[in-house]
């Protein structure tokens, strides 16, 4: 099979379009055929600095796609069905390897390309705003990058749950646009302050959950745009920065601070997530929620579809089609 891979962490310039062999599914694991690949932050992340255990690596945490072949003992899925699957790595492929338990059906009514932007866009969105964010009705939520994959899935959700949403991004026109997911009050980043804007919003007071996708100086100011007892979901290094040191407000707000990875829940709590993406899937598949998509590179273009994302001018998710 066709696959983009790497030999060494680096920039977008170090994955290659080669040949690889085809993966063969294990027990308890199913084989896809890949049909999108919604491409994840986390890739990023994963192709500049995580250890290398073997080489060629082929990186990729999510993709949909139709079951090709069965590992013993797999009874949920069957050949032929259609599905979407997080896997700790290797979706950048023609083919692609997963647990049976994080492979989703996907309703004939969705297109596969949508679906490959579900489970850990909005399941990571809705942990960080209910499970972790513990976000009531009535409550008002802040989303740093909210032009993301992540950030556009939070915008929706707690719109939908009765808050009242704030956002962050770089350009007015993905402000513009992020008015019509549900998004109450839009920020530029570049040109305004955040905190001082969320404390105009807020009357003084601040949010009660923040969704930091950004983390670095990014996660030093969503502490100061807390409210008392308020929440944060921190879920990514999208900054690259170390961070900061200061967080000591949280101490005298009473506040508090949660990391959020998703894939995580779906090896500890598959009887708690399972059905939360099964439902997320159906809402998309109503029409309740949206996936949006920015573009579409083919799988050999893999390096300009991570440089797209790293140059932040993305709304929505890009993906990666073999």
């Not at 890949?34 to 255990?53: E, F, M, N, S």
């Not at 990391?259 to 439902?279: C, D, I, K, S």
Request: with cysteine; charged share 20%.
């Amino acid at each position: 099979m066709k696959a983009a891979v790497y030999y060494e962490n680096g920039g977008p310039e170090v994955l290659r379009y080669e040949d690889v062999p085809d993966p063969q599914p294990g027990p308890g694991e199913v084989l896809l055929r890949v049909a999108a690949v919604g491409v994840q932050g986390g890739d990023l992340l994963h192709r500049q600095l995580a250890p290398l255990k073997s080489t060629p690596h082929v990186v990729g945490y999510q993709a949909s796609g139709t079951v090709v072949a069965l590992g013993e003992g797999v009874t949920s899925l069957a050949e032929g069905d259609r599905v979407v699957a997080f896997m700790q790595s290797g979706s950048h492929a023609e083919l692609a390897v997963a647990q049976a338990g994080n492979a989703y059906r996907v309703p004939e009514n969705l297109d596969l390309k949508l679906a490959a932007g579900i489970p850990v866009e909005f399941g990571t969105a809705d942990d960080c705003l209910f499970e972790f964010g513990r976000l009531q009705a009535g409550e008002t939520v802040l989303v740093q990058a909210a032009a993301g994959g992540v950030g556009l899935a939070a915008v929706q959700l707690a719109k939908a749950a009765g808050a009242t949403v704030i956002g962050t991004a770089s350009q007015p026109d993905k402000l513009e646009r992020l008015a019509g997911y549900g998004l109450d009050h839009a920020i530029n980043y570049r040109t305004e302050d955040v905190v001082t804007r969320v404390m105009e919003l807020t009357g003084g007071r601040g949010v009660d959950v923040v969704v930091d996708p950004v983390g670095g100086r990014t996660l030093e100011g969503s502490v100061a745009a807390l409210a008392y007892r308020g929440r944060i979901s921190w879920v990514g290094q999208a900054g690259r920065e170390a961070q900061p040191p200061n967080i000591g407000p949280l101490m005298f707000k009473n506040a508090s601070i949660n990391g959020v990875y998703f894939g995580g829940e779906m090896a500890h709590n598959p009887a708690r997530t399972r059905p939360l993406v099964e439902g997320l899937i159906a809402r998309v598949a109503s029409g309740e929620l949206t996936v949006v998509l920015d573009e579409e590179f083919p799988l050999e273009r893999a390096g300009d579809a991570h440089r797209h994302i790293e140059g932040r001018t993305a709304f929505g998710r890009v993906l990666l089609v073999p």
